[in-house]
């Protein structure tokens, strides 16, 4: 009977272990299908468009112990094309059961004279393939994670805030006039 039930509790012993301690796969999820460019040039006599960027995306940790995450690396192309990358050499530790957000920026150079023409002129956006890859690593083991997503990216240049100035006699005054967003934002 002793032995039945030291044999029992090491069974049980083993499967909580198995059960705590088994790698899950962390994951990679991209939070933003529509990217917004924090700046953007166009010019069309030189066939270039320049886009500076922030990518957000979030790393999933299912494990019972913590994930140290690093080496995350994106690829941007254009139709069959790369048009940029970047490393992020940046560590990151992801919590037991829990998620981090991590934003990577990235500055994309186009030489193209259609797309000159199309951002400059039309002022539309842009389908941009992301692969994303990401080296993590928990109890002595080693992954790499990729993601690929095709997001939108606007690529018109960005409003500028107008100002009008009206001139007095002695003295010139200039007033920030705010653009349509800023009103509908208030509103």
């Known amino acids: 009977m002793w ?11 083993s499967a909580l272990l198995v059960f705590f301690l088994i790698p899950r796969q ?17 010019n069309e006599t ?5 886009l500076t960027l922030e990518n957000e995306y979030n790393i999933s ?18 139709s069959t094309k790369r ?19 991590i934003i990577i920026p990235m500055n994309i150079t186009i030489q193209n004279r259609d797309v000159a023409f199309f951002c400059g002129t039309m002022g539309h956006v842009l389908f941009i393939t992301f692969t994303t ?11 790499q994670v990729t993601l690929t997503t ?3 990216v606007d690529c018109a240049p960005l409003p500028l805030t107008t100002t009008t100035t009206t001139t007095s006699s002695s003295s010139s005054i200039t007033t920030p006039v705010p653009s349509a967003e800023e009103v509908n934002s208030l509103v």
């Open 133 to 143: 890859t990401l080296d993590t690593s928990y109890l002595n083991h080693i992954e």
């Open 26 to 42: 962390v994951q990679l999820e991209s939070n933003s299908p529509r990217i917004s460019p924090t700046h953007v040039y166009v």
């Open 61 to 78: 940790n299912g494990n019972f112990v913590k994930v140290h995450a690093t080496n995350a690396t994106m690829v941007a192309m254009y």
């Open 3 to 13: 032995v039945g039930l030291a044999v029992l509790c090491c069974a049980a012993i």
């Open 150 to 152: 095709y997001q939108i």
């Open 83 to 101: 048009i940029a990358e970047v490393r992020d050499v940046k560590s990151y530790r992801i919590p037991m059961r829990s998620s981090t957000k």
């Open 46 to 50: 030189e066939n270039i468009v320049k």
